[in-house]
Protein backbone atom coordinates (compact mmCIF):
# COMPACT_ATOMS: atom_id res chain seq x y z
CA UNK A 1 0.00 0.00 0.00
CA UNK A 2 0.99 3.59 -0.47
CA UNK A 3 3.21 5.11 2.34
CA UNK A 4 1.40 7.62 4.90
CA UNK A 5 4.42 9.96 4.06
CA UNK A 6 3.43 9.88 -0.16
CA UNK A 7 0.04 10.96 0.74
CA UNK A 8 1.20 13.68 3.34
CA UNK A 9 3.68 14.98 0.71
CA UNK A 10 0.45 14.93 -1.69
CA UNK A 11 -1.55 16.92 0.50
CA UNK A 12 0.88 19.25 1.37
CA UNK A 13 0.98 19.48 -2.73
CA UNK A 14 -2.60 19.35 -3.03
CA UNK A 15 -2.62 22.65 -0.05
CA UNK A 16 0.00 24.44 -3.16
CA UNK A 17 -2.53 23.74 -5.58
CA UNK A 18 -5.95 24.86 -3.93
CA UNK A 19 -3.78 28.38 -3.00
CA UNK A 20 -2.58 28.24 -6.59
CA UNK A 21 -6.12 28.23 -8.23
CA UNK A 22 -7.64 30.47 -5.88
CA UNK A 23 -4.82 33.63 -6.39
CA UNK A 24 -4.60 32.68 -10.28
CA UNK A 25 -8.72 32.80 -10.37
CA UNK A 26 -8.62 36.38 -7.92
CA UNK A 27 -6.34 37.94 -10.31
CA UNK A 28 -8.13 36.81 -13.24
CA UNK A 29 -11.72 38.04 -12.12
CA UNK A 30 -10.33 41.48 -11.39
CA UNK A 31 -8.42 42.27 -14.04
CA UNK A 32 -11.05 41.77 -16.53
CA UNK A 33 -13.11 44.67 -17.57
CA UNK A 34 -16.69 45.83 -15.71
CA UNK A 35 -17.39 46.99 -12.32
CA UNK A 36 -18.64 44.43 -9.87
CA UNK A 37 -20.44 46.99 -7.44
CA UNK A 38 -22.46 47.55 -10.38
CA UNK A 39 -22.61 43.91 -11.51
CA UNK A 40 -23.92 43.32 -7.46
CA UNK A 41 -26.57 46.23 -7.62
CA UNK A 42 -28.30 44.40 -10.82
CA UNK A 43 -26.09 45.52 -13.61
CA UNK A 44 -26.79 49.18 -15.44
CA UNK A 45 -30.45 48.59 -15.92
CA UNK A 46 -30.54 49.07 -11.93
CA UNK A 47 -29.63 52.83 -12.70
CA UNK A 48 -27.95 52.85 -9.25
CA UNK A 49 -26.62 56.20 -8.16
CA UNK A 50 -23.36 57.08 -7.12
CA UNK A 51 -23.89 57.05 -3.08
CA UNK A 52 -25.42 53.43 -3.41
CA UNK A 53 -21.89 52.45 -5.48
CA UNK A 54 -20.33 54.01 -3.15
CA UNK A 55 -21.79 52.43 -0.25
CA UNK A 56 -21.84 48.61 -2.39
CA UNK A 57 -17.77 49.31 -2.77
CA UNK A 58 -17.52 50.08 0.83
CA UNK A 59 -19.56 47.30 2.50
CA UNK A 60 -17.61 44.65 0.41
CA UNK A 61 -14.45 46.08 0.63
CA UNK A 62 -14.02 46.89 -3.15
CA UNK A 63 -12.40 50.60 -2.29
CA UNK A 64 -9.38 48.28 -0.21
CA UNK A 65 -6.21 47.57 -2.68
CA UNK A 66 -6.30 44.63 -4.54
CA UNK A 67 -3.62 42.95 -2.33
CA UNK A 68 -6.02 43.90 0.79
CA UNK A 69 -8.94 42.37 -1.29
CA UNK A 70 -6.74 39.12 -2.09
CA UNK A 71 -5.29 38.91 1.67
CA UNK A 72 -8.50 39.21 3.50
CA UNK A 73 -10.00 36.51 0.87
CA UNK A 74 -7.47 34.42 1.68
CA UNK A 75 -7.51 34.96 5.87
CA UNK A 76 -11.41 34.26 5.29
CA UNK A 77 -10.95 31.18 3.27
CA UNK A 78 -8.36 29.09 5.94
CA UNK A 79 -11.22 29.88 8.51
CA UNK A 80 -13.03 27.42 5.80
CA UNK A 81 -15.47 30.50 4.97
CA UNK A 82 -15.81 31.10 1.09
CA UNK A 83 -17.76 33.89 1.26
CA UNK A 84 -21.32 35.28 -0.09
CA UNK A 85 -22.66 35.43 -3.44
CA UNK A 86 -22.97 38.69 -4.77
CA UNK A 87 -25.66 37.51 -7.43
CA UNK A 88 -28.04 35.21 -5.19
CA UNK A 89 -27.23 36.36 -1.89
CA UNK A 90 -26.38 33.34 0.16
CA UNK A 91 -23.62 31.35 1.20
CA UNK A 92 -21.25 30.23 -1.67
CA UNK A 93 -20.94 26.88 -0.38
CA UNK A 94 -25.17 26.57 -0.66
CA UNK A 95 -25.03 27.71 -3.82
CA UNK A 96 -22.47 25.55 -4.87
CA UNK A 97 -23.84 22.48 -2.77
CA UNK A 98 -27.54 22.95 -4.43
CA UNK A 99 -26.35 22.73 -8.13
CA UNK A 100 -23.49 20.22 -7.50
CA UNK A 101 -25.52 17.25 -7.67
CA UNK A 102 -26.56 17.47 -10.91
CA UNK A 103 -23.15 17.81 -12.21
CA UNK A 104 -21.60 14.95 -10.26
CA UNK A 105 -24.58 12.86 -11.65
CA UNK A 106 -23.54 13.66 -15.21
CA UNK A 107 -20.16 13.39 -14.69
CA UNK A 108 -20.18 10.00 -12.91
CA UNK A 109 -22.20 8.59 -15.68
CA UNK A 110 -19.99 9.99 -18.29
CA UNK A 111 -17.10 9.00 -16.56
CA UNK A 112 -18.14 5.36 -16.27
CA UNK A 113 -19.89 5.17 -20.01
CA UNK A 114 -16.40 6.07 -20.83
CA UNK A 115 -14.11 3.67 -19.03
CA UNK A 116 -16.77 0.94 -19.71
CA UNK A 117 -16.47 1.70 -23.84
CA UNK A 118 -12.97 2.28 -23.67
CA UNK A 119 -12.10 -1.32 -22.47
CA UNK A 120 -14.82 -2.84 -24.56
CA UNK A 121 -13.61 -1.28 -27.80
CA UNK A 122 -9.93 -1.87 -26.66
CA UNK A 123 -10.52 -5.78 -25.75
CA UNK A 124 -12.40 -6.51 -29.10
CA UNK A 125 -10.41 -4.48 -31.42
CA UNK A 126 -6.73 -4.81 -30.24
CA UNK A 127 -3.86 -7.18 -32.90
CA UNK A 128 -7.59 -7.67 -34.74
CA UNK A 129 -7.32 -7.38 -38.54
CA UNK A 130 -5.63 -4.35 -40.30
CA UNK A 131 -8.81 -2.91 -41.32
CA UNK A 132 -10.74 -3.65 -38.34
CA UNK A 133 -8.53 -1.17 -36.40
CA UNK A 134 -8.10 1.15 -39.11
CA UNK A 135 -11.72 1.66 -39.12
CA UNK A 136 -12.12 1.81 -35.56
CA UNK A 137 -9.48 3.96 -35.20
CA UNK A 138 -10.99 6.23 -38.05
CA UNK A 139 -14.13 6.78 -35.40
CA UNK A 140 -11.80 7.38 -32.46
CA UNK A 141 -10.07 10.45 -34.05
CA UNK A 142 -13.18 11.89 -35.43
CA UNK A 143 -14.97 11.75 -31.88
CA UNK A 144 -11.79 13.15 -30.16
CA UNK A 145 -11.49 15.94 -32.70
CA UNK A 146 -15.20 16.60 -32.18
CA UNK A 147 -16.23 19.64 -29.62
CA UNK A 148 -18.41 17.91 -27.01
CA UNK A 149 -21.43 20.52 -28.27
CA UNK A 150 -20.58 19.35 -31.97
CA UNK A 151 -21.76 15.99 -31.23
CA UNK A 152 -24.34 17.54 -28.65
CA UNK A 153 -26.08 19.09 -31.81
CA UNK A 154 -25.89 16.01 -33.72
CA UNK A 155 -27.49 13.92 -31.02
CA UNK A 156 -30.44 16.57 -30.50
CA UNK A 157 -31.09 16.37 -33.94
CA UNK A 158 -31.10 13.06 -34.48
CA UNK A 159 -32.72 11.71 -31.14
CA UNK A 160 -34.87 14.37 -30.16
CA UNK A 161 -35.80 16.15 -32.73
CA UNK A 162 -36.12 13.69 -35.33
CA UNK A 163 -36.67 10.51 -33.90
CA UNK A 164 -38.05 11.72 -30.78
CA UNK A 165 -36.34 9.32 -28.32
CA UNK A 166 -35.11 11.64 -25.79
CA UNK A 167 -35.76 15.24 -24.24
CA UNK A 168 -33.81 17.58 -25.88
CA UNK A 169 -33.49 19.86 -22.52
CA UNK A 170 -33.81 19.48 -18.24
CA UNK A 171 -32.48 17.36 -15.62
CA UNK A 172 -35.35 15.51 -14.96
CA UNK A 173 -35.03 11.58 -15.42
CA UNK A 174 -33.03 9.13 -16.45
CA UNK A 175 -34.01 10.01 -20.07
CA UNK A 176 -33.02 13.70 -20.03
CA UNK A 177 -29.58 12.18 -18.48
CA UNK A 178 -29.16 10.04 -21.69
CA UNK A 179 -27.66 12.26 -24.54
CA UNK A 180 -25.70 14.75 -22.21
CA UNK A 181 -24.11 11.60 -20.90
CA UNK A 182 -23.36 10.47 -24.56
CA UNK A 183 -21.63 13.80 -25.54
CA UNK A 184 -19.52 14.12 -22.65
CA UNK A 185 -18.25 11.15 -22.62
CA UNK A 186 -17.43 10.32 -26.53
CA UNK A 187 -14.50 12.39 -26.92
CA UNK A 188 -13.31 11.04 -24.19
CA UNK A 189 -13.76 7.30 -25.27
CA UNK A 190 -11.61 7.97 -28.01
CA UNK A 191 -8.43 9.25 -26.48
CA UNK A 192 -8.82 6.53 -23.53
CA UNK A 193 -9.64 3.40 -26.39
CA UNK A 194 -6.01 4.31 -28.31
CA UNK A 195 -4.20 4.64 -25.52
CA UNK A 196 -5.57 1.35 -23.78
CA UNK A 197 -5.42 -0.66 -27.04
CA UNK A 198 -1.94 0.29 -27.81
CA UNK A 199 -0.70 -1.04 -24.28
CA UNK A 200 -2.80 -4.26 -24.52
CA UNK A 201 -0.87 -5.03 -27.85
CA UNK A 202 2.12 -4.46 -26.44
CA UNK A 203 0.76 -6.73 -23.27
CA UNK A 204 -0.20 -9.55 -25.57
CA UNK A 205 3.13 -9.92 -27.16
CA UNK A 206 4.75 -10.59 -23.59
CA UNK A 207 6.11 -14.01 -23.03
CA UNK A 208 3.59 -15.02 -20.07
CA UNK A 209 0.75 -14.13 -22.66
CA UNK A 210 2.55 -17.00 -25.13
CA UNK A 211 2.84 -19.58 -21.84
CA UNK A 212 -0.72 -18.89 -21.15
CA UNK A 213 -2.21 -19.88 -24.39
CA UNK A 214 0.06 -22.91 -24.46
CA UNK A 215 -1.82 -24.02 -21.55
CA UNK A 216 -5.17 -23.81 -23.42
CA UNK A 217 -6.18 -20.57 -22.12
CA UNK A 218 -9.10 -18.99 -24.60
CA UNK A 219 -8.27 -15.74 -25.97
CA UNK A 220 -11.06 -14.11 -24.63
CA UNK A 221 -9.14 -15.88 -21.04
CA UNK A 222 -5.87 -14.52 -21.92
CA UNK A 223 -7.38 -10.88 -22.65
CA UNK A 224 -9.93 -10.64 -19.56
CA UNK A 225 -7.68 -12.54 -16.97
CA UNK A 226 -3.98 -11.18 -17.88
CA UNK A 227 -3.97 -8.73 -20.78
CA UNK A 228 -5.80 -6.36 -19.58
CA UNK A 229 -4.35 -5.74 -15.90
CA UNK A 230 -1.01 -5.28 -17.20
CA UNK A 231 -2.75 -2.61 -19.42
CA UNK A 232 -4.65 -0.75 -16.50
CA UNK A 233 -1.76 1.70 -15.65
CA UNK A 234 -2.03 3.66 -18.25
CA UNK A 235 -5.90 4.11 -18.20
CA UNK A 236 -4.81 5.18 -14.63
CA UNK A 237 -2.62 7.59 -15.34
CA UNK A 238 -5.26 9.25 -17.30
CA UNK A 239 -7.65 9.44 -15.34
CA UNK A 240 -6.75 13.52 -14.52
CA UNK A 241 -7.39 14.18 -18.21
CA UNK A 242 -10.81 12.31 -18.17
CA UNK A 243 -11.54 14.63 -14.76
CA UNK A 244 -10.21 17.90 -16.67
CA UNK A 245 -12.44 16.60 -19.46
CA UNK A 246 -15.58 15.76 -18.17
CA UNK A 247 -15.37 18.73 -15.51
CA UNK A 248 -14.78 21.48 -18.66
CA UNK A 249 -17.21 19.73 -20.79
CA UNK A 250 -19.77 19.63 -18.66
CA UNK A 251 -19.96 23.45 -18.79
CA UNK A 252 -20.88 23.46 -22.87
CA UNK A 253 -23.11 20.13 -21.98
CA UNK A 254 -25.11 21.67 -19.41
CA UNK A 255 -25.84 24.62 -21.73
CA UNK A 256 -26.51 22.79 -24.80
CA UNK A 257 -29.08 20.42 -23.13
CA UNK A 258 -30.28 23.46 -20.50
CA UNK A 259 -29.27 21.25 -17.64
CA UNK A 260 -28.97 23.04 -13.79
CA UNK A 261 -25.25 22.32 -12.62
CA UNK A 262 -22.56 23.99 -11.18
CA UNK A 263 -21.34 24.31 -14.89
CA UNK A 264 -23.73 26.55 -15.42
CA UNK A 265 -23.71 28.68 -12.26
CA UNK A 266 -19.89 29.01 -13.20
CA UNK A 267 -20.82 30.50 -16.52
CA UNK A 268 -23.61 32.95 -14.64
CA UNK A 269 -21.04 34.05 -12.13
CA UNK A 270 -18.39 35.02 -13.95
CA UNK A 271 -20.74 36.41 -16.56
CA UNK A 272 -22.00 38.77 -13.88
CA UNK A 273 -18.63 39.19 -11.98
CA UNK A 274 -19.81 36.99 -9.04
CA UNK A 275 -16.18 36.54 -7.46
CA UNK A 276 -17.00 34.80 -4.62
CA UNK A 277 -18.84 31.87 -6.36
CA UNK A 278 -16.36 31.92 -9.15
CA UNK A 279 -13.63 31.27 -6.99
CA UNK A 280 -15.70 29.12 -4.78
CA UNK A 281 -16.40 26.50 -8.24
CA UNK A 282 -12.28 27.15 -8.59
CA UNK A 283 -10.93 25.71 -5.10
CA UNK A 284 -14.15 22.80 -5.68
CA UNK A 285 -12.39 21.81 -8.98
CA UNK A 286 -8.70 22.08 -7.60
CA UNK A 287 -9.56 20.25 -4.06
CA UNK A 288 -11.44 17.11 -6.83
CA UNK A 289 -8.63 17.35 -8.83
CA UNK A 290 -5.63 16.80 -5.29
CA UNK A 291 -8.30 13.88 -4.20
CA UNK A 292 -8.20 12.02 -7.80
CA UNK A 293 -4.26 12.42 -7.59
CA UNK A 294 -4.28 10.68 -4.26
CA UNK A 295 -6.99 7.67 -5.42
CA UNK A 296 -4.86 7.26 -8.52
CA UNK A 297 -1.54 6.91 -6.25
CA UNK A 298 -3.06 4.25 -4.08
CA UNK A 299 -4.37 2.94 -7.45
CA UNK A 300 -1.29 2.28 -8.73
CA UNK A 301 0.32 0.47 -5.58
CA UNK A 302 -2.76 -1.78 -6.13
CA UNK A 303 -2.37 -2.54 -9.94
CA UNK A 304 1.37 -2.37 -10.04
CA UNK A 305 3.06 -4.38 -7.29
CA UNK A 306 6.35 -2.20 -8.46
CA UNK A 307 5.40 1.13 -7.48
CA UNK A 308 5.02 -0.59 -3.82
CA UNK A 309 8.63 -1.52 -3.91
CA UNK A 310 10.00 1.73 -4.98
Not at 6 to 24: F, H, K
Not at 121 to 133: G, K, M, N, Q, Y
Not at 179 to 206: F, H, N, S
Amino acid sequence: MISLKRILWRLLAGLGVLWGAATLTFIAINITAGDTALAIVGGPDAMPTAEVLAQVRREYGLDDPLLTQYGNYIARLAKGDLGESYRLRIPVLKAVTQQLGATVQLALSAGVLSIVLSVLIALLTARRAPWIRSLVSGVELTVTSAPSFVIGILLLLLFSFYFHWFPPSGSQGWRALVLPTIALALPVVGVLTQVLRQELEDVLEQPFILTARARGMSDAGVRLRHALRHALVPLVTLSGFVFASLLGGAVVVELLFARQGVGRLMLDAASSKDVPIVLGITLLAAFIYVIVNIVVDILYSLIDPRVRAT
